[in-house]
Nanobody
Framework: QVRLVESGGGLVQPGGSLRLSCTASGIDVNTETMAWYYQAPGNQRELIASITSGGWTNYVDSVKGRFTIARAYAENTVYLEMNSLKPEDTAVYYC?????????WGPGTQVTVSS
């Protein structure tokens, strides 16, 4: 059974930084294409960044140049380094594979960007 637990969110001022972590069990993040998604208030969950098993990364335009997705091989963990945060980045952030299995979503972690 896939279990994903996100952490690292919080309240940060505009321009600040956060690093989110996603610890996985039941899957090997090194062999999957892993992704970060966010869900802003009133909106659907959206894909924002992904990393293939070969290390290729892809980002939506709104986070390109500010966010970095990475993996820790030995820890079976995926990270999202977020810099130059903006109020519009406020959302609940989730990690998952690029093709999420039913019932695999974790609780997410709340990121609030506000002065």
């Amino acid at each position: 059974q896939v279990r994903l637990v996100e952490s690292g969110g919080g309240l940060v001022q505009p321009g600040g930084s956060l690093r989110l972590s996603c610890t996985a069990s039941g899957i090997d993040v090194n062999t999957e294409t892993m992704a970060w998604y966010y869900q802003a208030p009133g909106n659907q969950r959206e894909l924002i960044a992904s990393i293939t098993s070969g290390g290729w990364t892809n980002y939506v335009d709104s986070v390109k140049g500010r966010f970095t997705i990475a993996r820790a091989y030995a820890e079976n963990t995926v990270y999202l380094e977020m810099n130059s945060l903006k109020p519009e980045d406020t959302a609940v952030y989730y990690c998952n594979t690029l093709e999420p299995r039913p019932g695999s979503w974790g609780p997410g972690t709340q990121v609030t960007v506000s002065s």
